[in-house]
């Protein structure tokens, strides 16, 4: 009987399918019996969030797609057609809406804990990159289908957002015409924003599939950043981890549940309740709060380098806002080289830890920034502070970029870090401990 | 291989160098990578602009309508075009100002076939939004000719950036008369 495998399943069913493909074997090995570190905090649910986020998008997405009009003239009538008469198309639509929303939220934490425990470094580089990867199509994905309802947010999204290509010089324009096939955002470009809009998120399930593999090759990092070394270090993945995963999940979806049913519109933008209209621009455009970061830094470049005491331009402001908002994901996937400290966990890191906050600070603050138009002034309370928030995207930007190439590098060979716990056994003992005493 | 009568010098030996194989490999690939190409190209291309989008890439506008001091609104290519009945003192006001600061320097007679009509696309060259000022009721910024309601860009009568983010005048389309009231955009 060669190539037949070797199954340890008594269910007769079960082994017979087994015996041909090892499919249950599998499952048993990576998600039953599975070493998994035994001091995983609530941050380690997040990646379970982001697989459920996904299939709940490719779910309500297909039955969004039965009823809907890839047309310039049909597509926002079919929208409100499913609001308002198709069954539960209200749900359907809210959920998918509120759903990007929601997956963007939970792939933002789970990147954030990647950062601050450390999980992108050696040996999980390619890890990091695959998650990278997935965010980017992720972007995509979003984009095109805010594309789709065809309100005025999303034409002026497409318009401005593709336009961003017309920044790259001598070839920017072909690309953009070829992007929309016609002269500008229409018809063409709806249909085959439809149709990648549709293809990307299978695309996606591949390379989560390469991330989740790359995962169970390296195994899960944990908060103390400290390899498992001995059994005593972990648990098997089932029941432990598919009880805490359920648990977060059920926590998760009550989030979810009162965004989709008691503030359905509210991270949404009203304006893109009125149809598209080519001839009339909204005075105030922008994207979806997950963009607004990105947004600002694309806004904060509003200075052209020019060859030093000539008037020659190397780089329109445009096209340095468009390089520096590129470049803000590339430093992401740079980071595995730029922090080669041996220490993993920001637990053991003071220092870093303290720059790693000031960067979630300075991301919220990008964010307002890029919500709010460019010569606005930033008001706190009603009093006007004298300066607008394209300073504040200015400054955002230059910690931005400081925090990846200049100060994680000089703490990656500078920062003087903690001692490490000799296991994950021994950390969990001594946390144990300190509870007992404070009881 | 190294019995082979053609290769008695021993240079495609696997041992030095480059073998038949790898030529094999090699000629190969070349011919997987045309073939690969041969069957993007199609696909690709079939993303560019379709006959019949090109074939209605020109618009004619009946001009005649238009009174001096306002402008008319077409749809060219899916964009705005900005058709403006320019007075006499509009004219000099722009053609005065061909020697002031611009950030986009052009002369007035650059930029128009017939002073009395100026024909640009009313797309900003900011962030692409469309200004208003086609009505002399509308604001038309501080030099008479389109104000951007989004980041407060200002374009003179011969719309020239003279003021705002914008980084460039507006773009003068493709056109010409193909009577005294009839233009054809494209």
Redesign the interface.
């Known amino acids: 009987m060669v190539g037949l495998h070797k199954s340890e399943f008594k269910n007769p069913v079960i082994r017979w399918i087994d015996t041909r493909l090892p499919i249950f074997t599998l499952m048993q090995a990576e998600y039953g019996k599975f070493p998994t570190p035994k001091n995983f905090n609530a941050l380690w649910n997040f990646g379970a969030f982001a697989t459920v986020m996904l299939v709940a998008m490719i779910v309500t997405g297909i039955f969004l797609a039965m009823n809907y009009d890839p047309n310039t003239g049909h597509a926002f009538d079919s929208v409100e057609h499913i609001m308002r008469d198709v069954n539960f198309g209200w749900l359907l639509r809210y959920l998918h809406s509120n759903g990007a929303s929601m997956f963007f939220a939970v792939v933002y934490i789970h990147t954030f804990r990647g950062m601050y425990y450390g999980s992108y470094k050696a040996p999980r580089e390619l890890l990091w990159i695959l998650g990278m990867v997935i965010f980017l199509l992720l972007m995509a994905t979003a984009f095109l289908g805010y594309t789709l309802p065809w309100g005025q947010m999303s034409f ?1 999204g497409a ?2 957002i593709t ?1 961003l290509f017309s920044a790259i010089p001598f070839v920017g324009k072909a690309i953009v ?10 018809n ?1 470009t709806l249909n ?1 924003f439809f149709a990648f809009h549709f293809l990307l998120p299978f695309v996606i399930c591949a390379v989560v599939f390469l991330h989740i593999w790359a995962l169970h090759m390296t195994g899960s990092n944990n908060p103390t950043g400290v390899e498992p070394k001995t059994a005593r270090d972990t648990v098997p993945f089932h029941p432990y981890y598919t009880a805490k995963d359920s648990l977060g999940i059920v926590i998760f979806f009550i989030i979810y549940g009162i965004f989709t049913f008691y503030f359905p519109n509210v991270l949404g933008h009203p304006d893109n309740y009125v149809e598209a209209n ?4 909204p ?3 922008v994207p979806e709060w997950y963009f607004l970061p990105f947004y600002a830094i694309l806004r904060a470049v ?1 200075w052209t380098i020019t060859i030093p005491f000539t008037k020659i331009i190397l780089i ?3 096209l340095g806002g468009v390089l520096a908002m590129f470049g803000s994901i590339a430093v992401l996937f740079a980071l595995p080289w730029l922090d080669r400290n041996p220490v993993r966990s920001c637990d053991y890191r003071p220092t870093y830890k303290k720059f790693m906050w000031a960067l979630v600070v300075v991301w919220v603050l990008l964010g307002q920034a890029g919500g709010h ?3 606005d002034h930033v008001m706190i309370f009603g009093a006007d502070l004298g300066f607008t928030w394209v300073v504040v995207a200015q400054l955002g930007m230059l910690y931005y970029f400081a925090h990846f190439l200049v100060v994680v590098p000089w703490l990656s060979k500078h920062e003087k870090t903690l001692p490490l716990p000799e296991s994950i056994e021994a950390a969990v003992e001594e946390k144990n401990r300190a509870k007992g005493a404070k009881a | 291989m190294g019995s082979d009568k053609h290769c008695t010098d021993g240079s495609c030996d696997a041992g030095h160098g480059a073998s038949r194989r790898d030529f094999i490999y090699m000629t190969a690939g070349a011919m997987a990578a045309v073939g690969a190409g041969a069957v993007a190209w199609p696909l690709l291309n079939s993303m560019e602009p379709a006959a019949d989008t090109l074939a209605m890439s020109t618009t004619e506008v009946d001009i005649s309508g238009i009174v001096a001091g306002v402008g008319k609104t077409v749809m060219w290519q899916g964009k705005p075009v900005f058709v403006r009945h320019r007075t006499p003192e509009e004219i000099k006001e722009a053609e005065q100002a061909d020697n002031a600061t611009m950030v986009d320097p052009q002369r007035d007679e650059d930029r128009v076939q017939k002073p009395e009509w100026l024909i640009v696309v009313g797309v900003c060259t900011h962030l692409g939004c469309v200004p208003v000022g086609e009505q002399p009721t509308e604001n038309r910024g501080e030099f008479g000719g389109w104000f951007c309601p989004c980041h407060g860009s200002q374009y003179d009568t011969s719309g020239r950036i003279r003021k705002g983010p914008a980084p460039k005048n507006l773009a003068v389309p493709p056109y010409k008369f193909v009577s005294d009231t009839v233009v054809k955009i494209g």
Do not use: Y
Request: charged share 15%.
């Open positions: 002026w318009t401005v336009n015409t070829w992007l929309w096939g016609g002269f500008s955002v229409d063409p085959r080519p001839m009339v621009t005075a105030h455009i509003t329109e402001a445009k138009a460019p010569d």
